[in-house]
């Protein structure tokens, strides 16, 4: 979890043990682990993470290891057995959580800060958990297309379903009015066919890539509204990768190889004509778009 480029879930999230704050600690304990917590704190430096650990009574080098340790579905029975806490408990910690307003000089003055900044004229944000995702958000959905290039379509971060990543950048890219060259939606031909095999509208899908800046929680939307089974999902994300042209594009496919990069004649399908496009165009060496050179 690279807590530079995302947020972690948001502490109203409950996809772990079904305890508030969980998920989030969860994130920033792999990013802790990882060294990429970015300007986030995890643990007893954390207030939401001091009082999720207190109520479960654990440590947090103890968490932290367990994070790393077991996946989602595992670390959540994990937490149950460790803290033996009741489903009552539990619903009374969440219910406490979720309605704490500010009651600190800091917390009143960073709520401000916040909706003057993110939301402007909003009234319906009040909480210390909702100050806290709108920040998350603020910090993280604009995208600039013009700084440096979306996601390869073979990521997988959102979902596993390959190009639904890079579609993601372009999406909040393009609500940012920072795309650039870039097409998003109905202007580009990959996207349609993510769109049309996800059954999910371009304006619906930016929607939802615009307010989910984490990776987890947007993947999770995708597959709920999609309902596409891991079969589907493995034979979608071989065609993909693999798509190469056919008669109708072939002259277009080599003309726009011709611009790219003439020399590279080992390129024989549109993901990787995107890759080498956006690795020349932004000057970088990018190891998810290519593996290194033969040592």
């Known amino acids: 979890m690279d807590l530079t480029r995302q947020p972690p879930r948001r502490p109203s999230n409950l996809g772990i ?9 969860t994130d920033k304990a792999r990013a802790h682990n990882a060294e990429t917590l970015g300007d986030y704190i995890y643990g007893e430096s954390s207030g939401l993470d001091q009082r999720v650990l207190t109520f479960l009574g654990i440590s947090d080098d103890a968490y932290a290891e367990a994070a790393d340790e077991y996946d989602d579905d595992a670390l959540g029975h994990w937490v149950l057995e460790t803290s033996g806490k009741t489903a009552a408990e539990i ?4 219910d406490a959580a979720l309605s704490q307003l500010p009651d600190t000089e800091g917390h009143k003055q960073r709520l401000k800060e ?3 900044r993110f939301a402007p ?3 319906d944000i009040t909480t210390v958990l909702q100050s806290m995702e709108l920040d998350d958000w603020g910090s993280f959905w604009q995208v600039d297309l013009t ?3 979306p996601r390869s379509a073979r990521a997988k971060d959102v979902g596993g379903i390959c190009g639904v990543a890079r579609m993601t950048d372009k999406a909040r890219a393009e609500r ?5 060259e870039y097409l998003y939606g109905d202007n580009s031909g990959q996207d349609v066919r993510i769109l049309t095999f996800l059954g999910i509208s371009a304006a619906d899908f930016q929607e939802a890539a615009v307010n989910n800046p984490n990776n987890l929680e947007l993947g999770a939307w995708v597959l709920e509204n999609c309902g596409k089974s891991q079969d589907e999902i493995d034979e979608f994300n071989e065609t993909l990768v693999n798509y190469g042209p056919n ?3 072939r002259e277009r496919f080599e003309a726009r190889c011709q611009e790219v990069d003439p020399t590279r004649t080992d390129i024989t399908t549109w993901v990787m004509l995107q890759d080498v496009d956006d ?3 932004f000057g970088i060496v990018d190891l998810n778009r290519r593996a290194p050179r033969s040592p």
């Open 279 to 281: 690795q020349l165009s």
């Open 17 to 25: 043990a079904g305890i508030v704050g969980v998920a989030r600690m």
């Open 147 to 149: 700084a440096g290039p």
């Open 176 to 180: 940012a009015e920072k795309i650039g």
């Open 121 to 123: 004229g909003r009234t």
């Open 114 to 116: 916040r909706l003057a």
């Open 91 to 94: 619903a009374e910690f969440n």
């Open 247 to 249: 008669e109708a594009t």
